[in-house]
């Protein structure tokens, strides 16, 4: 799993020892409330996230960040890569925050790192994310990446490289 780096954040594999901290982002109804998943009734829960990420992993399926803080090394939210599709180029990015680190321009960081390396070293061509309408915080985050909305529907947006 590459590590990225930016000025605030380190973006790298999760371990072990972030349990207590993945815990505060899915066990939290408010972060995952517009996510495909849902919250997490307690910390057993993220055991299996262990598993799911390093066979998703394994398989070149998705690439899962630990989003860290650089002078803590807590982690406070993840980025993804997933939904490859190698012949047309394009993947899916998705992303959490934990809610304390809302409004400091974090996620920002972190994806803009993400949107460099599937570019830069994956080679895609085009970012897909999937954005559930009422969620107008990430959806004008992603417009702000340069994502815009994909005719004909209401929750798509693309970024092309």
């Known amino acids: 799993m590459p590590t990225l780096l930016t000025l605030r954040l380190e973006l790298r594999a999760l371990v072990l020892n972030d349990h207590d901290d993945l815990f505060a ?3 939290d109804p408010k972060v995952m409330q517009f996510t495909s998943d ?3 009734p307690d910390g057993t829960y993220i055991n299996q996230l ?3 990420v390093e066979r998703l992993f394994a398989e070149q399926q998705a690439l899962l ?3 860290a803080l650089r002078d803590t090394g807590r982690i406070v939210g993840t980025c993804e890569l997933h939904s490859f599709e190698p012949d047309d180029r394009r993947a899916e990015i998705g992303c959490m925050l934990a809610r304390a680190y809302w409004g400091r321009s974090l996620m920002r960081e972190a994806l803009t790192a993400v949107i ?3 570019v830069g070293n994956l080679g895609l061509a085009t970012l897909r994310a999937d954005i559930d ?3 107008a915080q990430s959806r004008a985050l992603f417009q702000r990446l340069g994502f815009q909305s994909v005719v004909g529907s209401p929750t798509l947006f693309e970024l092309q490289a």
Request: overall charge negative; aromatic content about 28%; glycine content about 16%.
């Open 116 to 118: 460099e390396f599937g």
């Open 133 to 135: 309408v009422p969620n």
């Open 25 to 27: 982002i899915y066990g």
């Open 65 to 67: 960040w630990g989003v």
């Open 38 to 40: 849902p919250t997490f």
């Open 50 to 52: 262990f598993v799911s």
